[in-house]
């Protein structure tokens, strides 16, 4: 065996973390990999581990050998994450993207066969048996650590933990005022005993609240999409807050929200599935209630639900490996000419609303055979839920207007959960001129692209079916959603039809932006027993924290949010620096690493950061804090409405994304 001067350790037997082995190829290089999903023989993606006994500025290359797709963003200039307990201790400095000669591609038969046999044996098997017969890639980045003997902490994103969704239920439902705006209680219990917690949101010092229509809200089935939970963090911080806009979603609606339907597999370190092996979001159709028991928990509560009132909205938050921005995937109503395109008023809207980040034209609404059993297919077909969504956000980041060419920072992810709710009160406004102008636009649209494909010019007087709407909506759509599950991606259509169908939404719009068919983008006893003996059955302030995990020193840190929200920073791609990367500047951001103004905002606080250009308004219409009734009509009134209306569409600006955040703290 070869001698090395110097060896670094290595941990990640903490809550989330993933590493199976690291194995020591040279002074300053080793070769790891990660765990499988537990009862699994694929899935590696997701890790998350620490590092201590290192030299300063010595460069360090780390190669994870075993990972299983095919495409990653990390070839678009994506980083990993880095959390340095010194920097946090002594800058107050978070997470931040680093790492410099980022690559991805196939693992070298030599690097795999080399390591295969001393990993093979292990539990979990890095390179066992199970993947022998796939092809494996690797993930391999330099970094140089500005301090010696240092605990660092690596991440394929920012990390959100089981143990930090109780502290933050904890901490809002020990504010007083908390009590007249949310309820929470357990949605059932996991494989491994866990508490599933469900929040309820609403004002429950008013009336009519059986007349409020209700939105569902999920995130975190996929145990490594952590930014669908900063999403929700997000959201949850902007419906909970003082802002007037939250309070006029809480007077009107009954939110129900599951922060986390994973928990086991958040806890474990897994990046897709439960303890019992499955996907989740393949179990809709038929959950099991002892294998899948969110799920079925989940489908009983919204049936319950619809008993009694009307369900507007079913948004699943997630993340997307291989595409950048943030965009959605809908459920096409073509076998229902009536309400066609109606689907798409909703995140037209929401494009309106964070223009920087949210890609319409990235949005996909084609329902494929493979995704009948997913969330937002059931809860469409099933459920007859018209806006029934999964909310992707890139790993990555943006390619849109002055955040093109960064990645997104955990400040981001927040601002487009507070986005979230901005649309709800968009689309559910008494006045519905402006989602009926923004319909109309849809199918004008719709109507100049299927013109152009017949030869025809925008303005001529023919009538279309709907076999020429569905083929034209479906041409050449990529299905990153399968992408993003192993597959590889559909050809996309040739760049030549593309700029046709460009040409012809300006002819008819004068702009080619609101295309329709973007990129669709998209042992199991034992680690029972193990997950469970790790969450313990430790009492709360509340019913549903049952489990208190010991989180690893940089999970948990004693100063506060600092490590999971200290400066944030939005990283230039391709970025030369080693373990510093400067920030890209913005207008009207300030410094993004100062040592405490990036903090996030404490539960409770009022939104007043954000900049809108209405004052308590919309669409030049009042709103008060008392129109249920009002609401409800407008929430059914996208697809009741008139649609003869010429006037053009004009949005109002929208907020910023990075200032829809609540007030900052100074030191």
Same mark, same amino acid.
């Given at each position: 065996?070869?001698?090395?001067?110097?060896?670094?350790?290595?941990?990640?037997?903490?809550?989330?973390?993933?590493?199976?082995?690291?194995?020591?190829?040279?002074?300053?290089?080793?070769?790891?990999?990660?765990?499988?999903? /537990?009862?699994?023989?694929?899935?590696?993606?997701?890790?998350?581990?620490?590092?201590?006994?290192?030299?300063?500025?010595?460069?360090?290359?780390?190669?994870?050998?075993?990972?299983?797709?095919?495409?990653?963003?990390?070839?678009?200039?994506?980083?990993?994450?880095?959390?340095?307990?010194? /920097?946090?201790?002594?800058? #107050?400095?978070?997470?931040?993207?680093?790492?410099?000669?980022?690559?991805?591609?196939?693992?070298?038969?030599?690097?795999?066969?080399? +390591?295969?046999?001393?990993?093979?044996?292990? @539990?979990?098997?890095?390179?066992?048996?199970?993947?022998?017969?796939?092809?494996?890639?690797?993930?391999?980045?330099?970094?140089?650590?500005?301090?010696?003997?240092?605990?660092?902490?690596?991440?394929?994103?920012?990390?959100?933990?089981?143990?930090?969704?109780?502290?933050?239920?904890?901490?809002?439902?020990?504010?007083?005022?908390?009590?007249?705006?949310?309820?929470?209680?357990?949605?059932?219990?996991?494989?491994?005993?866990?508490?599933?917690?469900?929040?309820?949101? =609403?004002?429950?010092?008013?009336?009519?609240?059986?007349?409020?229509? @209700?939105?569902?809200?999920?995130?975190?089935?996929?145990?490594?999409? =952590?930014?669908? +939970?900063?999403?929700?963090?997000?959201?949850?911080?902007?419906?909970?807050?003082?802002?007037?806009?939250?309070?006029?979603?809480?007077?009107?609606?009954?939110?129900?929200?599951?922060?986390?339907?994973? $928990?086991?597999?958040?806890?474990?370190? *897994?990046?897709?599935?439960?303890?019992?092996?499955?996907?989740?979001?393949?179990?809709?159709? *038929?959950?099991?209630?002892?294998?899948?028991?969110?799920?079925?928990?989940?489908?009983?509560?919204?049936?319950?639900?619809?008993?009694?009132?009307?369900?507007?909205?079913?948004?699943?938050?997630?993340?997307? @490996?291989?595409?950048?921005?943030?965009?959605?995937?809908?459920?096409?109503?073509?076998?229902?000419?009536?309400?066609?395109?109606?689907?798409?008023?909703?995140?037209?809207?929401?494009?309106?609303?964070?223009?920087?980040?949210?890609?319409?034209?990235?949005?996909?609404?084609?329902?494929?055979?493979?995704?009948?059993?997913?969330?937002?297919?059931?809860?469409?077909?099933?459920?007859?839920?018209?806006?029934?969504?999964?909310?992707?956000?890139?790993?990555?980041?943006?390619?849109?207007?002055?955040?093109?060419?960064?990645?997104?920072?955990?400040?981001?992810?927040?601002?487009?959960?507070?986005?979230?709710?901005? =649309?709800?009160?968009?689309?559910?406004?008494?006045?519905?001129?402006?989602?009926?102008?923004?319909?109309?636009?849809?199918?004008?649209?719709?109507?100049?692209?299927?013109?152009?494909?017949?030869? /025809?010019?925008?303005?001529?007087?023919?009538?279309?079916?709907?076999?020429?709407?569905?083929?034209?909506?479906?041409?050449?759509?990529?299905?990153?959603?399968?992408?993003?599950?192993?597959?590889?991606?559909?050809? +996309?259509?040739?760049?030549?039809?593309?700029?046709?169908?460009?040409?012809?939404?300006?002819?008819? *719009?004068?702009?080619?932006?609101?295309?329709?068919?973007?990129?669709?983008?998209?042992?199991?006893?034992?680690?029972?027993?193990?997950?469970?003996?790790?969450?313990?059955?430790?009492?709360?302030?509340?019913?549903?924290?049952?489990?208190?995990?010991?989180?690893?020193?940089?999970?948990?840190?004693?100063?506060?949010? #600092?490590?999971?929200?200290?400066?944030?920073?939005?990283?230039? /791609?391709?970025?030369?620096?080693?373990?510093?990367?400067? $920030?890209?500047?913005r207008k009207g951001k300030a410094k993004l690493r100062s040592s405490s103004s990036d903090k996030p905002p404490l539960p409770g606080n009022k939104v007043s950061a954000k900049t809108r250009a209405r004052t308590g308004s919309r669409g030049g219409r009042p709103l008060s804090a008392a129109v249920s009734s009002q609401f409800l009509a407008g929430a059914a009134g996208v697809a009741s409405s008139s649609l003869s209306s010429s006037s053009s569409f004009s949005s109002r #600006?929208?907020?910023?994304?990075?200032?829809? @955040? +609540?007030?900052? =703290?100074?030191?």
């Open positions: 065996a070869a001698v090395y001067s110097h060896t670094l350790r290595f941990e990640s037997r903490f809550e989330s973390g993933n590493l199976l082995t690291a194995h020591q190829v040279a002074d300053h290089h080793y070769h790891l990999t990660l765990r499988r999903d /537990l009862g699994t023989s694929r899935h590696t993606q997701w890790f998350y581990f620490r590092v201590e006994g290192m030299e300063c500025n010595r460069p360090y290359r780390f190669t994870i050998i075993n990972l299983m797709k095919s495409s990653s963003l990390y070839e678009k200039g994506m980083q990993p994450v880095v959390y340095s307990e010194t /920097l946090a201790r002594m800058r #107050k400095r978070g997470w931040f993207r680093a790492g410099c000669s980022v690559h991805y591609g196939p693992t070298p038969p030599t690097m795999s066969s080399s +390591s295969s046999s001393s990993h093979s044996s292990l @539990s979990g098997g890095g390179m066992g048996s199970a993947a022998a017969g796939s092809s494996l890639y690797a993930l391999s980045w330099e970094y140089t650590f500005p301090v010696a003997d240092d605990t660092v902490y690596f991440a394929h994103c920012y990390p959100y933990t089981f143990t930090q969704l109780q502290g933050y239920l904890q901490q809002q439902l020990a504010l007083p005022h908390m009590q007249q705006r949310m309820r929470v209680r357990p949605l059932c219990r996991t494989i491994a005993g866990n508490v599933c917690p469900l929040v309820t949101v =609403t004002s429950y010092d008013e009336d009519g609240m059986k007349l409020r229509p @209700s939105v569902v809200v999920t995130a975190r089935v996929h145990p490594g999409e =952590t930014n669908a +939970s900063w999403m929700m963090k997000g959201f949850l911080d902007f419906v909970l807050s003082d802002d007037p806009d939250a309070k006029i979603l809480r007077d009107n609606f009954l939110l129900k929200i599951v922060p986390m339907l994973n $928990p086991d597999g958040v806890i474990c370190g *897994n990046h897709r599935c439960n303890l019992s092996g499955r996907d989740l979001n393949r179990t809709y159709l *038929n959950p099991s209630r002892e294998l899948q028991p969110t799920i079925y928990a989940l489908k009983m509560m919204i049936q319950a639900l619809q008993k009694e009132r009307h369900v507007i909205a079913l948004c699943d938050l997630h993340g997307h @490996s291989r595409a950048q921005n943030v965009f959605i995937y809908g459920c096409d109503n073509h076998e229902r000419p009536e309400i066609r395109f109606k689907e798409r008023v909703f995140p037209r809207m929401l494009a309106n609303n964070a223009p920087n980040s949210f890609s319409y034209a990235g949005c996909s609404f084609i329902v494929k055979k493979s995704k009948e059993a997913t969330g937002r297919v059931v809860g469409w077909r099933e459920h007859g839920i018209l806006n029934s969504f999964t909310l992707e956000a890139s790993f990555c980041g943006s390619t849109l207007g002055e955040y093109s060419n960064t990645m997104f920072s955990i400040r981001d992810f927040e601002a487009m959960g507070c986005a979230l709710g901005d =649309t709800l009160l968009d689309y559910c406004d008494p006045d519905q001129s402006k989602a009926v102008l923004i319909l109309t636009e849809i199918q004008r649209t719709a109507r100049c692209r299927v013109l152009q494909r017949l030869g /025809l010019s925008a303005d001529a007087d023919v009538t279309l079916t709907d076999y020429d709407l569905e083929a034209v909506l479906e041409d050449g759509a990529v299905d990153s959603d399968s992408a993003d599950e192993g597959e590889e991606p559909a050809r +996309s259509r040739s760049s030549a039809a593309t700029a046709a169908s460009a040409e012809a939404a300006r002819s008819c *719009n004068g702009s080619a932006e609101n295309l329709l068919d973007g990129a669709d983008g998209g042992d199991a006893v034992d680690a029972v027993d193990a997950v469970a003996a790790a969450g313990g059955r430790g009492g709360g302030d509340a019913a549903l924290v049952d489990v208190t995990l010991d989180a690893p020193a940089a999970a948990a840190a004693d100063d506060g949010d #600092k490590h999971t929200s200290g400066p944030l920073e939005h990283t230039l /791609l391709n970025s030369s620096d080693d373990d510093e990367p400067q $920030p890209k500047a #600006k929208p907020a910023k994304a990075n200032q829809i @955040s +609540s007030t900052t =703290t100074s030191s």
